[in-house]
């Protein structure tokens, strides 16, 4: 069973940045691609960034595209952190922003269409608000 632990939300005005971050334990991490999901107050939940289990690609949606950055540090195969990058800022990113796992076959891909994650992370809240 994996243990998914969100941190780094807050409050922050329009333009500025925030890095999220979201620790990941428990076995078999090295098959599992992440994926950073985020829902705004009266919408739908949406997948925003994921990173393969590999490390080596990323997909991003339009809506963060060029804004914000995913990254992944493995120290072992029970232990990864995973962070989201957000940089420029805008009220429209206002939600709670969630990780998530999705083991996979092939460890250098992942999209973040994808549906039915494995495990969840309680989710880490963020207000842009001037």
């Known amino acids: 069973q994996l243990q998914l632990v969100e941190s780094g939300g807050g409050l922050v005005q329009p333009g500025g940045s925030l890095r999220l971050s979201c620790a990941a334990s428990g076995e078999g991490l090295d098959w599992d691609a992440i994926f950073w999901f985020r829902q705004a107050p009266g919408k739908e939940r949406e997948g925003i960034s994921c990173?393969?289990?590999?490390?080596?690609?990323?997909?991003?949606?339009d809506s963060v595209k060029g804004r914000f950055t995913i990254s992944r540090d493995s120290r072992d195969n029970a232990i990864v952190s995973v962070y989201l990058q957000m940089n420029h800022l805008r009220p429209e990113d206002t939600a709670i922003y969630s990780c998530a796992t999705k083991p996979t076959i092939v460890r250098t891909l992942c999209d973040v269409r994808a549906q039915r994650m494995d495990y969840w992370g309680k989710g880490a809240l963020v207000n842009v608000s001037s």
């Open positions: 990173i393969s289990a590999s490390g080596s690609n990323t997909h991003y949606a």
